[in-house]
């Protein structure tokens, strides 16, 4: 899903005739989701337990919504749809980010393996999309993604129902002390500022190819690529942690992402200086991604470990990740 909203929604936005401050606007509305859907759905699976139904609940109940992209209501309409159905997608993979930890148990270095067949998703999707978008009109991309929303909820009722927990009662304050940790508020901050540099490449990335001349489907295999090299990463990155620090890790991975979005900046004609940073993606998303989910489940502990990952999840991905209202033409000039 992630894979065929992210490339090329916005183009469909574009199609539909919107403006470059109207489509910012209505791709904001998955990153202002994911500020509270994670931690109201966090809290309703740490106190009931009941993970998986809460993730069937919401494939069901964001595809229902999404279908209301068929009656194009214009702008504010779409923006209503838009708001419903990502308050309930953006409640699921933070569900599942706690349902394969706690089914990992003490093997949670192997996460990288069981993550990287979202990015195996992802590629397929991407390079799918963009394949038949070759062929057939942009206007029908609603089409392609409908299918794909009842595979979520299909694949949701393949997974064992958990049974449902008594919650045991966390030491008074415990939360609260957690999340002032000067450790935690810095790891926060990271992951913040990581996902701002982000917002404006999930936006406008795609349209800023076609306006260099690149096609749908050579806009698909970008995306896909970067994809690629974090599947690589997620396949090794239980030895980079047996082998470096957590602070060594992040500091490298910040470096990279700033050579990243320097060479896509200003070498955007360069095809294989974009393949490249391309490949860096697996360090600004995958490696970050891996150590940060291993992170608080060691910080936040079997009490808080579901809001923990909501708040992870809406602090950086949510908030850190805005659009970029005001972009006129190439979406670097931000």
Known sequence: MLGGLLPYWSLYLQDRGFSYLQIATLMAT??????????????????????????????????????????EP??????????AFTFFWNAILPLYEVITLRTLGSQRDRYGKVRLWGSVGFIASVAGVGGILEWVPVGTLPWLLLPVFAGIAVSAFLIPSERGEVRQSAPSGSLRKIVTHPSVVTFFLMNFLLQVSHGPYYTFFSIHLEQHGYGKLSTGLLWSLGVVAEIGLFLVMHRFTRRFTVRQIA????????????????????????????????????????????????????????????????????????????????????
């Open 30 to 71: 998955i990153q202002l989701t994911k500020i509270v859907a994670p931690s109201v759905w966090g809290w309703l699976g740490d106190r009931s337990g009941q993970r998986v139904r809460l993730v069937r609940f919401g494939a069901i109940t964001g595809s229902l919504f999404f279908a209301g992209v068929f009656l």
């Open 251 to 334: 500091i490298g991975a910040l470096f990279l992402t700033m050579i990243r979005w320097l060479l896509i900046a200003e070498m955007t004609d360069f095809v294989a200086v974009l393949v490249f940073a391309q490949l860096l993606h697996a360090a600004s998303y995958g490696a970050l991604h891996a150590i940060s989910v291993q992170y608080i489940q060691s910080f936040f502990g079997q009490h808080h470990h579901g809001q923990g990952q909501a708040l992870y999840s809406g602090l950086t991905f949510g908030a850190g990740a805005p659009s970029a209202p005001g972009c006129q033409g190439s979406w670097w000039t931000v």
């Open 74 to 83: 214009g702008f504010y309409g779409l923006l209503l749809v838009m708001l």
